[in-house]
């Protein structure tokens, strides 16, 4: 191959890469300058008025990154139940573990009981709780993202899965607790050679009917953002924050956890493989839990 032939074959690719990115902005096949500011909206930088293509952050276009904006102490989704833990600082043990770690693909998890994480086959999903607020607020977001884990969960081979909608309409229970020492009614003595969490947590789910418990919480669910006059407008990205856990029966202590936060962005990898496209609030959640079920594909159950 001569070198005007790979010159040649390096300047197609470099257009096809950038046609990719440009068509994969939206149906129209345009990016929506208006959005291109800093951080500091009250402050737009002259200089990001050209093409958004050309030497400028992703993390600065508002309309396709709706998590950025100027607010600060945003709730955290942090289920109430797990406020029932001792703190580490400002947030419940769990949580704050999953914070330590370094988000991969936008996902921080942990299994923090290996055991009995690998041991629960039989897990009933809750309605997740909903924090949504402000311009972005959806009032069915928690109800969405539990249905939308309960389906994936049901797809890993060795689960039985019991949905949001069949845990309220055949046991009528909520994810509540009383931090006591003493057994609640009803609740079965622990196994022999096994002990109650020390923290005394009872469950209002039987032992004899699930493993574990998964519960959740979301706190943005939106493809909304504040354009550069600070008013609500339709992004081309959504952007997803929830954290969920899974509960144990028998202990009431979380045995799995994992917090996603981000919004979609576009790769090279997804522009060459023709992959790429804008995805709603709905789908993009959908794409966010199969991240999050990573461990529980990867660990092996035990038999």
């Known amino acids: 191959m001569t070198s005007g032939q790979r010159n040649f074959i390096r300047r197609l690719l470099y257009m096809i890469s950038v046609a990719g990115l440009v068509f994969a902005a939206g149906p129209a096949g345009a990016i929506d300058t208006d959005d291109a500011f800093p951080y500091h909206q009250q402050n737009p930088n002259p200089s990001l008025n050209a093409h958004p293509l050309h030497k400028v952050a992703p993390g600065e276009f508002r309309s396709q990154n709706p998590n950025l904006n100027d607010a600060i102490n945003e709730p955290h989704p ?6 029932k833990f001792p703190k580490v600082g400002r ?3 769990y949580y704050y573990q999953l914070l330590q770690i370094d988000p991969k693909d936008q996902v921080q998890s942990k299994v923090f009981d290996r055991q009995a994480f690998k041991q629960a086959k039989r897990i009933g ?7 949504t607020s402000g311009f972005g607020a959806d009032e069915n977001a928690g109800t969405l993202v539990a ?9 890993v081979e060795k689960l039985s899965v019991i949905s949001p909608t069949r845990m309220l309409d055949e046991f009528q229970m909520k994810i509540v607790t009383t931090p ?19 923290p005394g947590y009872d469950l209002p789910y039987s032992r004899d009917k699930f493993d574990a418990v998964l519960i959740g919480s979301v706190t943005r669910y939106t493809n909304k953002f504040k ?3 600070g008013r609500p407008d339709s992004s081309e990205g959504a952007a997803v924050e929830f954290s969920v856990y899974l509960i144990s029966t028998r202990t009431g202590e979380a045995i799995w ?6 919004s ?6 997804n522009a060459f493989s023709a992959q790429y496209r804008w995805l709603d609030k709905q789908n993009y959640s959908r794409e966010a839990i199969k991240k999050v079920l990573k461990d529980f594909r990867d660990v092996p159950k035990s038999k």
């Open 78 to 83: 942090i289920p109430e139940y797990l406020k």
């Open 91 to 93: 947030y419940p043990k």
């Open 125 to 131: 999903v809750v309605f997740f709780e909903n924090k």
């Open 147 to 155: 249905n939308q884990f309960s389906t994936e969960l049901e797809r």
């Open 180 to 198: 006591d020492q003493a057994p609640g009614p009803g609740s079965s003595p622990a196994p022999s050679g096994q002990t109650a969490s020390k």
């Open 227 to 229: 354009n550069r006059a």
């Open 257 to 262: 956890g994992a917090r996603f936060v981000g």
């Open 264 to 269: 979609q962005s576009a790769t090279m990898a």
